[in-house]
């Protein structure tokens, strides 16, 4: 929730926790019952869930200097909220003891000891998130571990070093944790970074590497600043490279629908080149790669996709040779044909030299295969259409698209209103199919992007617009390009209704 920019409701925290317990996560970090009305009543809902796998932890911090423990807000707020554990953060660093906190060196140890001592007693699992833990300990040594050895002392149940500005290389976390985890072993030593550096990830290992068996991140590596580890890649590097028992196989599958789900909570775009569940992650357009992925599936891969969730996809565009042609022709279940491939590859050259773009559109491919092998059925025919954009002094739009179409021996005319032409064509489409096709009422546009291929023309410039369709079960892309937007548009239109048709039919 530290995140710019993301703001979650009740419903979406309780989606999201849900979400994590499916997964498998040991613990969900609720959020801090003292801040407001929203986390109070989190942790009142999250309980009636019957959390299966995941523990889940109220935040707060250590006590005020000037309160005892009991009389604290933070302290009372996390045993009031019942959660069965609690992650309070303390300083480790004297640079914030004395110019943050303003107090002395020994008080703030007698903070830190007393926090963990009040939660212990009434009955709460307790890890202590040592804040700013490796600058302090590059400054100071012996206070950062006087500080450990005082909450561990007091009946810690677990500790979380962190480098809270980010700033700490891998071999240093790593060096430094070691020396934690040998002097405070068989205590659990956790690890917490912040992405400052990029190297969040690789230094959440190197703490694992160095002995601690608690990682703190989060999905896709949201939060505050340049956010937090992110354990849609550090869970698969545990399990896959590091041999770790994290997640069962299972659960492992879900991680990359688990990565989109809490992307959509955030109303963000997918970042599609993440590893392990990006988009991108196991996307292939260089020939050379595909023609050895399709004799080795390790010659380019460094693990298989479906462990992870995730599929194999290869690209196809004018980089791409008679592999990727025939990989795809493989995946659609098309007879290996290297003359077909051929041909389809020098197409679909000549179709990217003329601004089409098929990465992003492997539904108008499909189609485009089929019209070279001469087993296309269009499902309509177009006669003509037409669309009319008014303005009026008052300022209103009116758009409306008139559409007449030949399906079968039937001849339908029909018109649409939208927003704009494209979605008056998109409505009087729709409309006019209906009643042959009803499947359609399924499917909907989630996005449309222009781009200007030949910028010199200026407003006579050719354009290429990609739209992106779905429906309850797969989202696919279509292609269009013209001179006319308008045309582009219904390029892209049709090739996606007809795609859903195919698909459904099938």
């Not at 419903?11 to 801040?35: F, Q």
């Not at 309980?47 to 995941?54: H, Q």
């Amino acid at each position: 929730m530290q995140t710019e920019g993301i703001s979650f409701s009740l419903e979406d925290k309780l989606a999201i926790a849900g979400c994590l317990d499916e997964l498998g996560v040991d613990y969900v970090e609720g959020g801090y019952p003292a801040s407001g009305p929203k986390d109070t009543q989190f942790f009142a809902e999250v309980a009636k869930l019957g959390f299966r796998n995941s523990k889940i932890a109220a935040f707060g911090s250590t006590r005020r200097i000037d309160n005892k423990a009991e009389d604290d807000a933070s302290l009372n707020a996390i045993v009031s909220c019942k959660a069965p554990a609690a992650t309070i953060v303390g300083k480790t660093w004297d640079l914030h003891v004395t110019k943050v906190l303003g107090c002395s060196l020994e008080d703030n140890i007698t903070v830190c000891a007393d926090s963990v001592k009040y939660l212990k007693k009434h009955g709460l699992e307790a890890i202590f998130d040592a804040e700013h833990f490796y600058d302090g300990y590059k400054e100071n040594p012996e206070y950062a571990l006087k500080v450990l050895r005082a909450v561990a002392e007091a009946g810690i149940d677990a500790i979380a070093l962190c480098d809270t500005n980010g700033g700490t290389l891998p071999d240093k976390i790593y060096e430094i944790t070691k020396t934690v985890y040998g002097q405070l072993k068989p205590l659990t030593i956790g690890i917490h970074t912040h992405n400052d550096n990029d190297c969040a990830i690789a230094g959440s290992l190197a703490a694992v590497h160095a002995g601690a068996r608690q990682v703190q991140g989060t999905i896709n590596g949201l939060g505050e600043r340049c956010g937090n580890a992110n354990l849609c890649t550090v869970i698969p590097n545990l399990a896959f490279k590091m041999g770790f028992d994290v997640l069962t196989p299972e659960k492992l599958k879900s991680i990359t629908e688990v990565s989109r789900f809490v992307f959509e909570i955030c109303n963000l775009t997918p970042v599609t080149n993440m590893p392990y569940v990006g988009e991108s992650a196991f996307a292939h357009k260089a020939g050379l790669h595909v023609d050895a992925l399709r004799k080795n599936k390790r010659t380019y891969e460094h693990v298989d996709p479906a462990l992870v969730g995730n599929e194999r996809r290869f690209l196809i565009s004018e980089l791409s040779g008679k592999s990727n042609i025939l990989a795809e022709l493989e995946k659609e279940k098309i007879i290996e044909d290297k003359k077909l491939a051929k041909k389809i590859l020098e197409r679909v050259q000549n179709l990217e030299n003329n601004g089409y773009q098929f990465e992003a559109a492997n539904a108008s491919f499909e189609l485009l295969v089929q019209k070279i092998m001469g087993t296309y059925k269009p499902a309509f025919e177009l006669i003509r259409y037409s669309t009319k954009v008014e303005k009026s002094n008052t300022g209103e739009l009116i758009t409306e698209a008139t559409v007449k179409l030949k399906i079968g021996e039937q001849v339908e005319h029909v018109v649409g209103e939208g927003d704009g032409p494209v979605n008056a064509l998109d409505a009087a489409l729709r409309k006019s199919l209906g009643n042959f096709y009803p499947a359609i009422k399924d499917m909907h546009l989630v996005d449309y992007k222009v781009r200007v291929v030949n910028g010199r023309e200026g407003t006579a410039a050719r354009v290429r617009v990609i739209i992106e369709s779905r429906d309850k079960k797969d989202i696919w892309g279509t292609v269009g390009v013209s001179e006319n937007i308008i045309e582009a548009s219904w390029q892209a239109l049709v090739d996606s209704v007809e795609y859903k048709i195919q698909k459904d039919t099938r």
